[in-house]
C-alpha cells in the first residue's frame, strides 16, 4: 500500500473515549432494564388480581416517564461522541485503522482473541448510521409506544441492540463481530416478540432466532478455517497476509468466503434464509425501521464489505453473492407487488434492497454497496417510520369506533394525504428516492451499482461474463418493479377516497411532534444524502449539475483506505472494468434512462391504480392465478415447512420414540429384565419342602465324597 | 494470608471432612432446623473453597499441589492422598459453589424427611470433592462408588412417581460400569507389582508403569465404559432422563452440575494420561468423536419434542456433554480447555435451569410444558432468569456457554474439520429445542387461571439465581483467568499424550503446513 | 466279614435317607432319620473290631445324641402340629421365596 521509504504524511489521530460510544447504550440498557424490571412486577400482581395495570390511569411512573429520557439520551450523546470522533478522522487523513483493546478475552496456548475495537473510515461510517439514525427511531418511539405498558422493556431491548450492534461494526476481530453478529440477533428476537402474549409474534421472534443460527454456523465454521490458515482471527492480522497465503480462487479462500456468504444470507435476509424478515414484521413498527431496515440486516452487506480482501481473492463466491443479491432483489420485489400489509410491502422491499447490496459487494464495488447501505437506511427508516405513523393514526381511530379491521391492511386506507399531510410528502420523498428517481439519494447509489455491474460484465478477464450481463438486465427489472410496488404503495395508502369509514375519518390525524420531526430530518437526507457519492462521470453531467454544484465522490475516497486492497485484487486479475453498459451507452446515459423510465412507471401507476376502486380487506375477494402465487409469497415458507421443518420433528419424535425409547431403552431394561428372570429361574429352587433341601444335601454330600476320593 | 493460615496444609481436608461433621449435625438436630444447618455447612466449605483460586498458582507448572498424603491401607499401597491441579480447582469450586445453592433450592421443595434429605446431600458433598481430590486411585473409587449411595436415596425416596425404577436404573448402570474399571484398576495394581515392585495406587507411582498398547487398549476400553456412562455418552445415557425426570429438584441440580463432570474429569485425568497410546488412536479418536457429535446431535433433535421440561433439559444435558467429549478427544489446547470451560458453564447454567424448573413445579406441580403458557405475565423476574439461562445453554456469546463452545470447536475443527463441522452444527439445533421451550412456557396467551395465579420470584430464589446468573456472564465476558489457571495442567495432560505419539503417526500439531491446505506460494 | 457288614450298614444307611428324602410323614422321616443313625452304629461296630474299642465307645455316643434329637425333634413335630393340623411335609413350606 506505501512505497518502502515513502512516508506519507499521517496526522496522528487520538480518538475521544471510543469506549463509550460502546457502553453509553449498554448504561441505558441497564437503566432502563432495571426499570422494566420494577414496572413488570406492578403489571404482575395486577394480573394475579384479575386485571391489567393501567399505567396511563394510574398517572405515569417514573419507570414510565425515565425511559423517554435516559433512551433517547444515551443515543444522543452516543451520536455527538461518534459525530466528534467522526470529524477527527476526517481532518486526520487515516491510512491504517486505530485499534484500541481493553482486555484480553479469549487465551488459550495458541489461540488469543482481544476485546478490542478498531476504528477505520468503514467502521465509522456505520457508526455514524447506527447512533444517527438509531437517535431518531429512538425518538420516534417515545410518541409511539406511547400507550404500551411495556414502555420501559422497549427501550432497554432498543438500547441493548444498538450495543450489540456497535459491537458488531466496531470490532477488531471477527469473534468480536460475531458477538455483536448474535447479539443483534437475540434483540430482534426479543423485540418482533416484544407483545409476547401473542403467540404468533413470538413464534415470529423464535424463526427470525432460529433461522439466523443457521447464518451463524456459517460464520464459525468460516472462522474456524482462518484460524486454521493464520493462527489468528483480528482482521489486521487476516487481511495484511491474505494476498500472500491464498491462492487466487483457490479451494481454501472459496470456502471461506462461501461460510462467510452463509451467515450474510442470514443475516440479511437473501435467498435462502430470507423467510424470518417478513415475519419480523409483528414487532413494533419502530423496531422494523431500526433493525430490519437500517441495521441489523445491513450487517451482512458490512460483513462482505469489511472482508472485502477476502472476497476479492474469491471471485467464484464473489459472483454468487452477486447472483444471490440481484436474484433476491428480483424475486423480492415480485412478492411485494401483490401484499396488501404495508408494511409487508416494505419487508419485502426491504429484502429486495439488501439484495441491491449484495450486488453491490458482489461485483467489488464495495464502496457501491456501502453507499447503497446508507441511502437505504434513510429512505427505508423513513418509509416505516412513516408507516408507523400511518398504522399508529389507523389504530387510534379504528380502536375509538372498536371497528374489528386490520390496521396495516392498505386496503383499508385511502385518502390519507388530507389528514397526514406530512408524513405524505415525507413518504413520496422516500419512494422517489427508492425507485431511484434522480436527485434523490436512492438514484446515486442504486445506480453506481446497476452500472458496476454493466462494468463488471465487460471488463477484460471479467470471469463469467455472460453472468454479469444477465444480473445487469435483472437488476434493471427489479429497479422497475420497486419503482411500480412503491407508488402502488403510496397510491393505496394516500390517494384516491378513504375507506377506513366515515365515522373512523375524524379520528384520523398527523402523528405528534416526536415522530415527524424524525420523518422530516430522514426526509432531507434521502434528498440530499446522494450528493456525498457522485461519480465522476455523472459529476461532469447535467444529471451531476455540470459541476456547479457541491458534490464529488467523496465516499469513496473517505472507504479508499479500506477497500483498496481489495480494489487491487481485482484490477489486477480482472484488468480494466468496462466503460460502457453491456447494451452500449454510458453512465450518464443510462443515468438518464432509468430516471426517466423510474418515474414514468410512477406516474403510471398513480394514474391507473388512482382510479381504480379498491375493496376493503372483509369485503375483498381471493386472489386467483399468478396473483395468488405473488400474495402466498410463491408459497416458499410452506415448502420450507414441509421439506425441512416438518421432516426434522418426526425424525426428532422417532428418535425418541423408537430409538431411544424402544431399541436403547428396550437394550438396558432387557439386560435388567434377563438378570431378573435368572433369578427368578434360580428361585424355583426355594420350594419351601425339606425334602428338596435333604435331597440337595445328600447331593453335595455325595459331590464333595467324590472328590476327595478322586483326588486322594 | 493463606500462608499465615497454612491454608495448604488443611484446605483440603476441610473440604472432605466439614461436609461429613455437617452431616452429623445435621443427623443429631431437629427437624426442623435440618435445612438451615445444612446450608450453614455448605456455605462455610463454598467459603473455604474460595481461598483455593488464590491457594492454587499456575506458574509452578501444572502439577498437583496442596499435596498430602497418609498411609491408609499399608500393606495394599493405599494412600490417603489428595491434591489438586488446574482441572479439579474448578470442578472442586463448582461443587462447592452449586451445593448450597441446591440446599437453598430444596427449601420448599422437601417437605417430609428433611434430616435424611440434607444429611445425604452433604455425604454426596464428601462424595464428590473426594473423587476431584483423590490422587490415589484406590481413594478415588472409594469415592466415585460412594457418591451413588446417597444420590440412589435421593432419587429413591424423595423423587417422582417413577421413582424406584429410575433410581435403580441409576444405580445399576452406573455401578455396573465401575465394576469394569475396577478390574482395570486391579490389573494396572498387578503390573506395577510386578514390573516396578511398587505396590502403590497413587496416581504418580502408576503413571511410571510401561503399559503395552495391547494393555493400553483394552484398560482404555475398561475405564472409559465407566466414565462414559457417567458423562453420558451416547449411546449410554438413557439412565440420564429417567434420573433427572423422577429426581427432586436439588437431586436433578447436584446431578446434572457435578455428578455428570465425574464421568468427562475421568477422561481427562485417567484416559488422556494414563493410556496415551490408546488415546490417540485413530480408531479410538474417531470412535470417541462420533459418539460426541451424535449426542450432540441425536440428544438435541430428541430434546426438542420433549412435551416434559425436565426430560428435556436432561437431554440437553447430553448434548452438552457430546461438545465437552468433541473437545476432550480433538487432543490439542483449544479443544481441552474448550471442553473443561463447557463442562464448568454447563454444571452453572443446567444447574440454574433444574433450579428455575423445580420452581415452576412448585408453584404448578406439572413439569408439562402444554400446561403453562403466558408465565411471563405474572413471574417477569423468573422469565428474565429462565431466559438469560437458556440464552447461556445455547451459547449466545457474551455468556460462558459461548466461551467453551467455541473453543472445543475450534479445537476440533483444527484436527477434524469434518467432525468440526457436523458438531458445529450443533448450534443450530440448541436454538431449536430451547427457543420453542421458553416460548410455550413464558410467552402465548395467559389461558389457565392455574397460570394466572403464579407468582413471581420470591427473596430466597432470587438469592440462588442471582449469583449464578453474575457468573454465567462474568465467566463470559472475562474467562481469561480462568483458561490462565487451568492451562499449565491441561498442557501436562497434552504433553504426556503427544510423548507417547510414534513419530510416524498422524498426529496431528496445530501447524498449518502439515494440516494439507493449499497454500500461495 | 468287615464288607458284609460295611455293605449291610450302607444299604441300611441309603435306606434312611431315600426315606428321607421321599417320604412326607414327618414322623416317618425322623424314624428314617434313626435309620441313618442305626447304621452309622453298625459301622462304628463293625471296625472296632479290627481298631479298637473305641469304635463300641463312640456308639454310645451316638446312641444318646440320637436319643436326645429324637426327643427335640418329636417335640417340634407335636407344636408345628398344633399350628398345621397335619404332619404331611409338604404342608410346611413358609420359608419359600
Same mark, same amino acid.
Do not use: C
Given at each position: 500500500m506505501q512505497a518502502a521509504g515513502l512516508e506519507e504524511p499521517q496526522v496522528a489521530w487520538e480518538p475521544l473515549l471510543p469506549g463509550l460510544i460502546i457502553l453509553l447504550p449498554l448504561l441505558g440498557f441497564a437503566i432502563n432494564g432495571a426499570l422494566a424490571l420494577s414496572a413488570a412486577r406492578k403489571s404482575a400482581d395486577a394480573v394475579r388480581a &384479575?386485571?391489567?395495570?393501567?399505567f396511563l390511569e394510574n398517572g405515569r411512573p417514573a419507570s414510565h416517564s425515565l425511559p423517554t429520557w435516559v433512551g433517547p439520551g444515551v443515543m444522543l450523546l452516543a451520536f455527538l461522541l461518534t459525530l466528534v470522533n467522526f470529524v477527527g478522522m476526517l481532518g486526520a487523513e487515516l491510512h491504517e485503522p486505530v485499534i484500541r483493546s481493553y482486555w484480553t478475552w479469549i487465551a488459550t496456548g495458541d489461540l488469543n482473541v482481544a476485546a478490542a475495537i478498531q476504528l477505520d473510515q468503514l467502521s465509522m461510517i456505520m457508526m455514524m448510521i447506527i447512533t444517527g439514525v438509531g437517535f431518531l427511531i429512538h425518538v420516534f418511539s417515545v410518541g409511539y409506544m406511547q400507550?404500551?405498558?411495556?414502555y420501559p422493556r422497549y427501550f432497554a431491548y432498543l438500547n441493548l441492540f444498538v450495543f450489540f450492534m456497535l459491537v458488531l461494526v466496531m470490532g477488531a476481530s471477527y469473534p468480536i463481530m460475531f458477538i455483536g453478529w448474535e447479539g443483534v440477533g437475540l434483540c430482534s428476537y426479543l423485540l418482533i416478540g416484544?407483545?409476547?402474549?401473542d403467540e404468533e409474534k413470538a413464534s415470529a421472534g423464535k424463526k427470525a432466532f432460529i433461522v439466523n443460527r443457521i447464518g451463524d454456523l456459517g460464520f464459525l465454521l468460516a472462522i474456524f478455517l482462518l484460524y486454521l490458515v493464520f493462527q489468528q482471527v483480528d482482521y489486521v492480522g487476516v487481511f495484511g497476509d491474505a494476498e500472500a497465503v491464498?491462492?487466487?480462487?483457490?479451494p481454501v479462500i472459496t470456502t471461506v468466503t462461501l461460510f462467510f456468504l452463509l451467515a450474510a444470507t442470514g443475516k440479511s435476509a437473501q @435467498?435462502?434464509?430470507?423467510?424470518w424478515l417478513p415475519d +419480523?414484521? +409483528?414487532?413494533?413498527t419502530p423496531v422494523s425501521a431500526l433493525i430490519?431496515?437500517?441495521?441489523m440486516v445491513t450487517a451482512g452487506v458490512y460483513l462482505i464489505a469489511r472482508s472485502s480482501v477476502l472476497f476479492a481473492l474469491a471471485p467464484l463466491t464473489s459472483a454468487l453473492v452477486a447472483g444471490i443479491g440481484v436474484l433476491t432483489a428480483l424475486f423480492a420485489a415480485t412478492i411485494a407487488l401483490?401484499?396488501?400489509d404495508i408494511k409487508k410491502v416494505l419487508a419485502y422491499s426491504t429484502v429486495s434492497q439488501l439484495g441491491y447490496m449484495f450486488l453491490g459487494v458482489g461485483v467489488g464495488a464495495y464502496t457501491a454497496g456501502v453507499f447503497h447501505l446508507m441511502t437505504h437506511a434513510f429512505f427505508k427508516a423513513l418509509l416505516f417510520l412513516g408507516a408507523g405513523a400511518v398504522i399508529h393514526s389507523m389504530h387510534h381511530a379504528l380502536h375509538h369506533t372498536h371497528k374489528?379491521?386490520?390496521?396495516?391492511?392498505?386496503? /383499508?386506507? &385511502?385518502?390519507l394525504k388530507a389528514y397526514m399531510p406530512i408524513t405524505w410528502a415525507t413518504m413520496w420523498l422516500a419512494t422517489l428516492a427508492i425507485a431511484g @428517481?434522480?436527485?434523490?439519494a436512492g438514484f446515486f447509489s442504486k445506480d453506481e451499482i446497476i452500472w458496476m455491474t454493466g462494468a463488471m460484465a465487460g471488463? %477484460? /478477464?471479467?470471469?463469467y461474463q455472460g453472468l454479469y450481463t444477465v444480473y445487469w438486465i435483472l437488476a434493471l427489472a427489479a429497479a422497475m418493479m420497486t419503482a411500480f410496488y412503491m407508488a402502488r404503495l403510496m397510491v393505496m395508502t394516500? $390517494?384516491?377516497? /378513504?375507506?377506513?369509514?366515515s365515522r373512523e375519518v375524524e379520528h384520523l390525524h398527523e402523528a405528534p411532534k416526536t415522530m415527524w420531526i424524525p420523518l422530516a430530518i430522514l426526509a432531507a437526507l434521502s434528498v440530499?444524502?446522494?450528493?456525498?457519492n457522485v461519480t465522476t462521470d455523472l459529476r461532469e453531467s447535467v444529471l451531476g449539475g455540470f459541476g456547479f454544484?457541491?458534490?464529488?465522490e467523496w465516499l469513496h475516497g473517505w472507504l479508499e483506505p479500506v477497500t483498496e486492497a481489495a480494489h487491487q485484487i481485482q484490477e489486477t486479475h480482472l484488468g480494466e472494468l468496462a466503460h460502457a453498459a453491456p447494451l452500449g451507452g454510458g453512465e450518464v446515459a443510462w443515468g438518464l434512462i432509468s430516471t426517466v423510465a423510474a418515474l414514468s412507471v410512477v406516474l403510471v401507476t398513480a394514474r391507473l391504480l388512482g382510479s381504480r376502486k379498491v375493496a376493503v380487506a372483509v369485503e375483498d375477494t381471493e386472489p386467483t392465478g399468478l396473483s395468488r402465487i405473488l400474495f402466498n409469497k410463491w408459497y416458499v415458507d410452506e415448502f420450507y415447512h414441509r421439506w425441512v421443518v416438518d421432516p426434522i420433528l418426526t425424525t426428532s419424535r422417532v428418535l425418541w420414540?423408537?430409538?431411544?425409547?424402544?431399541i436403547i431403552d428396550g437394550t438396558v431394561n432387557l439386560l435388567g429384565n434377563v438378570a431378573r428372570a435368572a433369578g427368578w429361574v434360580g428361585s424355583?429352587?426355594?420350594?419351601?419342602?425339606t425334602n428338596t433341601y435333604a435331597f440337595f444335601f445328600t447331593v453335595g454330600v455325595l459331590v464333595i465324597l467324590a472328590m476327595i476320593g478322586l483326588q486322594g | 494470608m493463606l500462608n499465615a493460615l497454612a491454608y495448604e496444609n488443611w484446605a483440603l481436608h476441610a473440604l472432605i471432612w466439614l461436609p461429613l461433621l455437617g452431616m452429623v449435625h445435621v443427623l443429631w438436630a431437629a427437624e426442623d432446623r435440618a435445612k438451615w444447618l445444612a446450608l450453614r455447612w455448605s456455605l462455610l466449605v463454598f467459603v473455604l473453597s474460595v481461598g483455593l483460586w488464590w491457594a492454587y498458582d499456575p506458574a509452578l507448572g501444572g502439577g498437583y499441589q496442596l499435596e498430602s498424603s497418609e498411609p491408609w491401607i499399608a500393606t495394599w499401597g493405599v494412600n490417603y492422598a489428595l491434591g489438586l491441579d488446574g482441572i479439579s480447582l474448578f470442578m472442586v469450586m463448582l461443587t462447592t459453589f452449586t451445593t448450597p445453592l441446591a440446599v437453598l433450592g430444596s427449601f420448599n421443595y422437601?417437605?417430609?424427611?428433611?434430616k435424611p434429605f440434607y444429611a445425604l446431600m452433604l455425604l454426596l458433598e464428601v462424595g464428590v470433592v473426594g473423587v476431584f481430590t483423590a490422587v490415589d486411585l484406590f481413594l478415588f473409587y472409594v469415592f466415585f462408588e460412594l457418591t451413588l449411595v446417597p444420590m440412589y436415596f435421593i432419587i429413591g425416596i424423595w423423587?417422582? %412417581?417413577r421413582r424406584v425404577y429410575a433410581a435403580i436404573k441409576f444405580f445399576l448402570y452406573t455401578a455396573f460400569g465401575s465394576l469394569l474399571m475396577l478390574v482395570g484398576i486391579l490389573y494396572i495394581y498387578a503390573r506395577g507389582k510386578a514390573l516396578l515392585g511398587v505396590t502403590s495406587f497413587a496416581f504418580v507411582d502408576l503413571l511410571q508403569i510401561p503399559l503395552t498398547p495391547g494393555e493400553q487398549m483394552w484398560l482404555f476400553g475398561a475405564f472409559a465404559l465407566a466414565f462414559a456412562i457417567k458423562v453420558p455418552v451416547f449411546p449410554f445415557h438413557t439412565w440420564l432422563p429417567d434420573a433427572h425426570v423422577e429426581a427432586p429438584t436439588p437431586g436433578s441440580v447436584v446431578l446434572a452440575a457435578v455428578l455428570l463432570k465425574m464421568g468427562t474429569y475421568g477422561f481427562v485425568r485417567f484416559l488422556l494420561p494414563f493410556f496415551p497410546v490408546a488415546a490417540q488412536h485413530p480408531s479410538v479418536v474417531t470412535l470417541m468423536l462420533v459418539l460426541g457429535v451424535v449426542g450432540i446431535i441425536y440428544a438435541a433433535w430428541v430434546a426438542a419434542v420433549q412435551p416434559d421440561a425436565k426430560k428435556l433439559v436432561a437431554y440437553t444435558s447430553v448434548a452438552h456433554m457430546g461438545f465437552v467429549v468433541v473437545g476432550i478427544f480433538a487432543l490439542n489446547v483449544n479443544g481441552l480447555q474448550g471442553g473443561l470451560l463447557v463442562m464448568i458453564s454447563h454444571g452453572i447454567s443446567t444447574g440454574a435451569l433444574f433450579l428455575l424448573l423445580g420452581m415452576l413445579y412448585e408453584r404448578r406441580?406439572?413439569?408439562?410444558? $402444554?400446561?403453562?403458557?403466558?408465565i411471563g405475565r405474572v413471574a417477569p423476574w423468573l422469565a428474565t432468569a429462565f431466559v438469560i439461562t437458556a440464552l447461556t445453554s445455547i451459547g449466545l456469546?457474551?455468556?460462558?456457554g459461548f466461551v467453551g463452545e467455541f473453543l472445543a470447536l475450534v479445537g476440533a475443527f483444527e484436527d477434524h474439520p469434518g467432525i468440526g463441522i457436523f458438531a458445529t452444527t450443533g448450534v443450530i439445533f440448541a436454538a431449536y429445542y430451547m427457543l420453542p421451550m421458553v416460548q410455550s412456557i413464558?410467552? /402465548? +396467551?395467559? %389461558?389457565?387461571p392455574e397460570n394466572q395465579a403464579v407468582q413471581d420470584l420470591s427473596r430466597r430464589e432470587v438469592a440462588i439465581l442471582a449469583p449464578m446468573i453474575a457468573l454465567m456472564i462474568v465467566i463470559g465476558v472475562h474467562p481469561t483467568p480462568l483458561l490462565r489457571k487451568m492451562e499449565p495442567s491441561v498442557q501436562m495432560v497434552l504433553e504426556r499424550v503427544y510423548a507417547a505419539a510414534?513419530?510416524? +503417526?498422524?498426529?496431528?500439531?496445530?501447524?498449518p503446513d502439515v494440516s494439507g491446505f493449499e497454500t500461495a506460494e | 466279614m468287615l464288607a458284609e457288614s460295611l455293605v449291610l450298614a450302607g444299604v441300611i444307611f441309603v435306606l434312611g435317607t431315600l426315606g428321607v428324602i421321599v417320604r412326607r410323614n414327618v414322623i416317618i422321616m425322623f424314624l428314617c432319620i434313626e435309620l441313618q443313625l442305626n447304621a452309622v452304629n453298625l459301622t462304628f461296630v463293625a471296625f472296632s473290631r479290627f481298631v479298637g474299642i473305641e469304635g463300641q465307645l463312640f456308639v454310645f455316643f451316638v446312641m444318646t445324641v440320637a436319643a436326645a434329637e429324637a426327643a427335640v425333634g418329636l417335640a417340634l413335630i407335636i407344636s408345628i402340629f398344633r399350628h398345621y393340623e397335619t404332619v404331611n411335609v409338604n404342608h410346611f413350606n413358609l420359608l419359600k421365596w
Open positions: &384479575g386485571g391489567e395495570f393501567d400507550d404500551d405498558p411495556g416484544f407483545w409476547f402474549s491464498f491462492v487466487y480462487g483457490g @435467498i435462502p434464509l430470507y423467510i +419480523a414484521m +409483528a414487532g413494533p430490519h431496515a437500517a441495521t401483490k401484499q396488501q374489528d379491521w386490520d390496521a396495516q391492511d392498505m386496503r /383499508n386506507m &385511502g385518502g @428517481i434522480w436527485p434523490f471488463a %477484460e /478477464n471479467a470471469p394516500f $390517494h384516491g377516497e /378513504n375507506r377506513t369509514g440530499f444524502g446522494g450528493w456525498v454544484l457541491p458534490m464529488s420414540r423408537v430409538v431411544d425409547a424402544k424355583l429352587l426355594q420350594t419351601g419342602q | 422437601i417437605k417430609k424427611r428433611q423423587g417422582g %412417581e406441580h406439572t413439569r408439562l410444558i $402444554h400446561e403453562f403458557g403466558g456469546p457474551g455468556t460462558s413464558f410467552f /402465548n +396467551a395467559l %389461558e389457565k510414534p513419530p510416524s +503417526a498422524a498426529v496431528i500439531e496445530s501447524d | -
